[in-house]
């Protein structure tokens, strides 16, 4: 016999995408992590090359972070980022030498 398991589910819309603050790698492939200016969090198991396809205007900052440019507050000391919630994240060398 098999027992049905409910799980909540959320889709992210489009249009919220005025309300993310950042999406990042959880180092497991290949969950993400989305948070939104609520200060929610949900779980999602697309790749950050989705989400860089989906909202073009998102910046990849490194390896593992995608961030809404305009939750920005102030760019730190050279290679740091500071958003809304504030939470920072550290460019790569070579994303920080291309934004230079």
């Known amino acids: 016999m098999y027992s049905t398991v409910s799980r909540n589910t959320r889709i992210v819309r489009l249009e919220e995408e005025q309300k993310i603050i950042y999406i990042k790698h959880l180092g497991i492939q290949p969950y993400n992590e989305v948070k ?3 200060g929610k969090k949900i779980i999602v198991s697309y790749s950050l090359n989705y989400w860089q396809s989906v909202f073009q205007d998102f910046k990849r ?3 593992a972070v995608l961030i ?3 939750k920005v507050i102030n760019s730190m000391t050279s290679f740091e980022v500071e958003l809304i919630d ?6 790569s060398r070579r994303k920080y030498k291309s934004l230079s």
């Open 61 to 63: 900052i490194n390896k």
């Open 86 to 91: 504030n939470s920072r994240f550290t460019y």
């Open 68 to 70: 809404n440019p305009q």
């Open 36 to 38: 939104f200016e609520c």
